[in-house]
């Protein structure tokens, strides 16, 4: 760029770059400066939103989401599905998102036959692959389910193309599974024969779109069955993705449209959650994180990308009805606590009482901190997933509002999978209402953290044996239609 100043793929990957390196504000400037240049290069709008979002920058905030939305209908490669998941609400319009990255960023792919089956193996022989295999919520959410599949049926392959930083968790992981793989150095095509050479029966991509994916081993057809799961709550709207693990909650009955992937509905919730996870004993004084010694605490720790104004809206007239009460964030980067109380200000909201928390270095302390609030806050149209398996577990009540995609449904999942359905609301109306009830009726809070506490070791959610042997019928049954020479087909797994 010294030598070539408007040189557009360079000001992209700047931009690119400086996103990832968490300088959303600066990675803004590149994206603006490209766009001066070049109005439609190929997913610089979405890019430049994701990163005014990461800012808490919502100048012109509707129109950003019906331009994005109007460019995806029309097949423009506008922005990447992963960001899309919280700009739109139409679950159609996610699926030609992700249609058209697929078009264009896996056309390269070698073309090649469907592997298998493999009808001989004495264990179905499944491989999970992802970036994710170290301190990070996948991980976190699925080695439960590692160390308990049963080595009767099943041969378990960890396939790991992210970072080897090591961790309690990565080493908790590679012990979890029969055998661990580190492909970082290989290239796609390598992986794929690796995986067939291993004879693998079913690959479960636990990326998606997600950061450090690699779409084009499975673009590639590493496996005769391949599993969209886990790490990214939509369709990939891939030909080559035959399923996609969900519940009833998550994909209702009649939006199989929506999805290029068969559903699978597993009968209690989709997302595994580990019944071991540690969390340290005692909490911090509120003090000592910045939170006012007594008053009510609304807690939301979603990343800044998943806040909207219209959210923040309601929160903020929370704040001005609930006399005493603070909202505790997360400081995502710098430049949130600075955007955020101004915009709180705006709304006629003094900024300190918006506290926030920075990120803890270990899990089982940031876990802790969720016991000095009284109510989480979920967001809008991207809910929080792992957040809320975390605040639930440390008994910490989280109110949602239904979406209309996958990536809103979540929370509503996981509270109906805890027992809790109370909390789930179906407008931004009812959301706001039951805040302001919870917060000014300490009894009815007290009763449902009560009954939270007795709920969690009781009901589905954290029961991580039960979500096993669920999973487990649905990858024995996708594979014996596989074997059977049946095509892929929606499937319903009933509950024990």
Known sequence: LALDPDNVNALFNLGTALRDLKRPRDAVRSYERLLAIEADYPYAAGFLFYSKRQ??????????VERLESEVRRGRPVDSPFSFLAVSSLPEVQLRCARTWVADKCKAAIESARPGPYPHHDRVRIAYLSADFGDHPVAQSIVGLFE?????????????FGPDHPSAMRKRVQHAVDRFIDVRGRSDRDVVELLRCLEIDIAVDLNGYTQGNRAMIFAQRAAPLQVNYLGFAGSTG??????????????????????????VRLPDNFLVCDRKRDTSALAPAREAVGLPATGFVFCSFNNSYKITPYMFDIWMRLLGRVNGSVLWLFEDNPIVPERLRAEAEARGIPGRRLVFARRAPL??????????ADLFLDTLPYNAHVTTVDALWTGLPVLTCMGSTFA????????????????????PAEYETIALQLASDPARLTGLKARLAS???TQPLFDTDRFRRHIERALLLIHERSVKGHAPAHISIDAD
Do not use: K
């Open 55 to 64: 800012c808490c920058d919502w100048a012109d905030f509707a129109l950003w």
């Open 148 to 160: 308990l599949h049963d080595r009767s049926r099943f041969e378990i392959f960890g396939v790991s």
């Open 238 to 263: 891939a030909g080559y993705m035959d399923y996609i693990i969900a519940d009833r909650c998550v994909i209702p009955p009649g939006q199989e449209a929506n999805f290029s992937e068969q559903v």
């Open 363 to 372: 899990l089982a302390d940031h876990l802790a901190r969720y016991r000095l």
């Open 408 to 427: 809103g449904r979540v929370a509503g999942s996981l509270l109906h999978a805890v027992g809790l359905p109370e909390l789930v609301t179906q407008s």
């Open 455 to 457: 709920n969690r070791m």
